[in-house]
């Protein structure tokens, strides 16, 4: 007598809710992802504010120590490098949960990292830069000075700004376009994913002071080029690179406000005339002309016909594709 398989009854409508055919939803693991991040600034920032009361009852740091106008930028290279941390701890907790790697990500440690995050870093960053102050220079919109900085003090301040850059360069690429933009892509295809955490990078730029809604387009087309860097080259190498060229550009050799933030030691006092904020940059900077949104949207351009689309991989999945 032989006996009959049970036929499966429909999935529950629990499962349903959380899981698909790959594990658990790429909603449900952003929401863990997000709380985790959540969860641990906020524990930091009640660890910092102990720290400063603690600090605030001792000896302050002499006005004329010749380490002291140094202080700002290594606190905040200091802060952005735990910051950085923490969102590449919580990545690897959820490279566990996922079992994968956590290089899967956008920082994989791969042989052509150096020479991809050089080529970001000089072609597609400082020199990007460079040629919209030549092309406003030609205008008669800006101006590039004189000298502010001699001696060894140059090289010190150079270092300083490259170390602080490099940091903010390596947290907020690999936060808003890290395992936050590979999970999303998931759930909803890649583009639209990109278009939503460059909108949320923006709008965390809304923040700065002397912001104008030119520079927070600007900051989203920025955003927008990023997001094609890692679609073309597979990782994040690149627009770690180039976010850092153009910070480090901006903020001490040109010495301009870098997203409406001025900047302590810088190289050049450069400056501009009188004109429109939508030419000069007003208070943002280069970031809040006109020729930098048509640069963020030519280089875009071109970098999607140089860099050819690479071979199916599992960096960023859309939601029409499986795993390989």
């Known amino acids: 007598m032989e006996l009959e398989t049970p036929t499966p009854g429909p999935p529950s409508k629990l499962n349903f809710v959380f899981y698909n055919d790959r594990g658990l939803r790429a909603g449900w693991r952003l929401f863990i992802f997000a709380v985790l991040l959540y969860t641990t600034f906020g524990l ?5 504010g102990l720290l400063r009361a603690t600090a605030a009852g001792g000896a302050s740091v002499p006005a004329d120590a010749p380490y002291a106008p140094y202080l700002v930028p290594l ?14 701890f919580v990545t690897w907790i959820m490279s566990r949960i996922e079992r994968r790697s956590v290089g899967q990500y956008g920082l994989p440690l791969i042989r052509s990292a150096w020479s991809r995050f050089l080529t970001g870093y000089l072609l597609w960053g400082f020199l990007p830069l460079a040629l919209v102050l030549l092309v406003m220079r ?3 919109l800006f101006y590039f000075g004189s000298l502010n900085l001699h001696g060894a003090s140059i090289l010190a301040w150079a270092l300083a700004w490259a170390v602080v850059y490099l940091m903010v360069g390596f947290f907020e690429e690999y936060l808003f376009r890290g395992y936050a933009l590979h999970t999303l892509a998931e759930g909803i295809g890649f583009w639209p994913a990109a278009f939503i955490l460059g909108i949320v990078f923006a709008y965390v730029h809304m923040g700065n002071g002397g912001e104008t809604r030119i520079g927070i387009i600007g900051v989203l087309l920025f955003a927008i080029f990023a997001a094609t860097t890692l679609r073309r080259t597979g990782n994040l190498w690149l627009a770690v690179g180039a976010h850092t060229g153009w910070d480090w550009g901006e903020s001490f050799l040109f010495g301009v406000s870098n997203s409406g933030l001025p900047a302590s030691g810088r190289l050049l006092s450069s400056h501009s005339p009188q004109g429109p904020d939508w030419l000069t940059g007003g208070t943002v900077g280069p970031e809040g002309s006109i020729f930098t949104l048509i640069l963020w949207a ?27």
């Open 44 to 48: 930091l920032g009640l660890l910092a």
């Open 75 to 88: 606190l905040v290279g200091l802060s952005d490098l735990v910051l950085f941390l923490i969102v590449l």
């Open 138 to 140: 030609a205008f008669h």
């Open 298 to 324: 030519v280089m875009t351009a071109l970098f999607l016909i140089i860099y050819k689309p690479i071979p199916r991989t599992t960096l960023i999945i859309n939601a029409a594709e499986d795993i390989a």
